[in-house]
């Protein structure tokens, strides 16, 4: 009989911490698009196409709110370009795979599986590179799309004291605190914090408010660089 991978249940163990703040978040993802007059097979689909927290909660926001298709399409993709740094950071060591080896990679490629992925890589060099992000994309995968269902069975049944909404800023601050090693990193962080919560984006239509603060993040960031902020 063929045996599972070491390295795959690796990938699946490292993502394990992690699935403690994706699963009331898919929880939020479900309810949030019953709420919106989703069914639970469209709340699914919806969750298996797009994968991706973050910008699926601002669509099923802005559809809500019927905002145009432009904006809501444009939002997500928005929201989405941090994968673009992500894709190009982790390539090389995905050079000698298979087209469709590559195209799956993609697919499961997120923040955390990402993070996991790439701190791997750095300090082990015999890895099965593949198989751990696999192990590591796929569980949050199923996870995801689990906790997403149940979301919508439940639909607003959920106390609100039970204070989910607090699961997604949690899941991104545990991988944003390991990155913030440099005056630059912090400079960027807190900047675009303060954008984002401040009165400064108070006023911005269609929930655009988190693209702002990305951008002045950004900036920030590039700004405290070029001052010779890396130390």
């Not at 007059?37 to 919806?46: N, W």
């Not at 669509?59 to 929201?79: K, R």
């Not at 900036?219 to 405290?224: E, N, P, R, S, T």
Request: aromatic letters at 8%; proline letters at 4%.
């Amino acid at each position: 009989m063929p045996t599972v991978s070491s390295d795959l249940l690796d990938g699946v163990r490292a993502a394990g911490p992690l699935q403690l703040g994706i699963a009331p978040f898919g929880l939020v993802a479900g309810v949030a698009a019953v709420e919106q007059g989703l069914s639970v097979a469209h709340a699914l689909g919806f969750s298996s196409v797009v994968f991706a927290g973050a910008s699926q909660l601002a669509m099923i926001e802005l559809l809500g709110a019927d905002a145009p298709l432009a904006i809501v399409v444009g939002t997500a993709v928005v929201i989405n370009l941090r994968t673009m740094m992500y894709s190009a950071s982790i390539a090389p060591y995905f050079r000698d795979l298979t087209a469709r080896s590559k195209a799956l990679a993609s697919y499961l490629l997120t923040d955390q599986a990402y993070a996991v992925s790439i701190a791997r890589y750095g300090r082990d060099g015999e890895t099965d590179r593949f198989a751990y992000y696999v192990g590591a994309g796929a569980s949050l995968w199923l996870v995801w799309q689990v906790t997403t269902v149940a979301g919508a069975l439940l639909g607003s049944g959920l106390p609100p004291e039970w204070g989910f909404d607090f699961a997604a800023p949690l899941v991104f601050l545990a991988l944003l605190v390991p990155t913030l090693k440099d005056r630059a990193s912090g400079a960027s962080c807190l900047v675009g914090g303060l954008v984002a919560t401040g009165v400064v984006v108070a006023g911005v239509p269609f929930h655009l408010d988190i693209i702002v603060a990305a951008v002045v993040g950004v900036l920030a960031g590039l700004g405290v660089e070029s001052l010779g902020g890396d130390a």
